[in-house]
Nanobody, 120 residues
């Protein structure tokens, strides 16, 4: 009933930039917080950034000042602009949304993940 699809990952050199996008679709009534987690090999999944419907954002300390999250409520889409990338940013990035479906409650829906690799 709800699909969450990411795009924009890839290979980038240290110091470079990437922009991730994530769109939710389906029987959506409302979306509360949207955001991004990431998981590096051998590590636990960690929150990168989240943004509420009214635009209040929060970031992991490791990405503050380098990453910017934004959303377009008319398109049910969230973006993550990643600048000054470092090798330690290499991970699979997962988008999520706290989504209220038609005639239903709120649940967290996840995308399939997109690989970001920072390497020279």
């Amino acid at each position: 009933q709800v699909q969450v699809v990411e795009s924009g990952g890839g290979l980038v050199q240290p110091g470079g930039s990437l922009r991730l996008s994530c769109a939710a679709s389906g029987s959506i009534f409302n979306i509360y917080t949207m955001g991004w987690y990431r998981q590096a090999p051998g590590k636990q999944r960690e929150l990168v950034a989240g943004i509420t419907r009214d635009g209040t954002a929060n970031y992991a300390d490791s990405v503050k000042g380098r990453f910017t999250i934004a959303r377009d409520n008319t398109k049910n889409t969230v973006y993550l602009q990643m600048n000054t990338l470092k090798s330690e940013d290499t991970a699979v990035y997962y988008c999520y949304g706290n989504i209220v479906i038609m005639r239903g409650g709120v649940n967290t829906y996840w995308g399939q993940g997109t690989q970001v690799t920072v390497s020279s």
